[in-house]
């Protein structure tokens, strides 16, 4: 029976995205991220010149989201970090 429930090893990955006089309130961001991995985590850098992204999803699904938030942004755009996740929590 446990071979019908197979775990996809796919790793979290942060992103950042340096703000422009297009970027929308971070809320807007939030929410549709979240709509489709509600264990992202979204927020402004400290100086809030940069959106980060911590998500399951990849770069072409995030650039379909924001562009649906009214962010729409070139691919170039979005810098992929290595993953710092741990496993900790057991993701």
Do not use: N
């Not at 939030?30 to 979204?42: M, N, Q, S, T, Y």
């Amino acid at each position: 029976m446990l071979g019908r429930y197979i775990r996809h090893q796919v790793a979290p990955m942060e992103f950042h995205i340096d703000c422009d006089a297009a970027t929308p309130d971070i809320g807007v961001i939030e929410g549709a991220i979240l709509d489709h991995d509600p264990a992202a985590v979204v927020d402004l850098d400290a100086a809030g010149q940069m959106v980060r992204l911590s998500t399951w999803l990849e770069s072409p699904q995030l650039l379909e989201l924001l562009a649906g938030a009214g962010w729409a942004i070139q691919p170039d755009r979005i810098a992929q970090l290595p993953s710092v996740c741990c496993g900790g929590c057991g993701g």
